[in-house]
């Protein structure tokens, strides 16, 4: 069974910084996309960011420049660096194994003004 558990959101001012991770047991993330979106109160869950299986990374526009996404093999683990955070980056943030139908339980990141 495929798990994934988020962790590391929490509340930032404006132009802060936060890591999240996604640590996946059951399946390895080399061997696997994985994503991360997030959803804001009353919005549509968007894709951010993703790590392909070799090892190539996707942003959406919105957090070029200020993103990064990265794989720890040894861990089993994938993060979601964000620099840079404005309010309108506030939702909950998923990590996403599509391969594998499998998603956290997500995490909250609140970006105060």
């Known amino acids: 069974q495929v798990q994934l558990v988020e962790s590391g959101g929490g509340l930032v001012q404006a132009g802060g910084s936060l890591r999240l991770s996604c640590a996946a047991s059951g399946t390895a993330v080399s061997g696997n996309v994985i994503a991360w979106y997030r959803q804001a109160p009353g919005k549509q869950r968007d894709l951010v960011a993703q790590i392909t299986v070799t090892g190539r990374t996707n942003f959406t526009d919105s957090v070029k420049d200020r993103f990064t996404i990265s794989r720890d093999i040894a861990k089993n683990t994938v993060y979601l660096q964000m620099n840079n955070l404005q309010p309108e980056d506030t939702a909950v943030y998923y990590c996403?194994?599509?391969?594998?139908?499998?998603w956290g339980q997500g995490t909250q990141v609140t970006v105060s003004s």
């Open positions: 996403n194994a599509p391969l594998r139908a499998a």
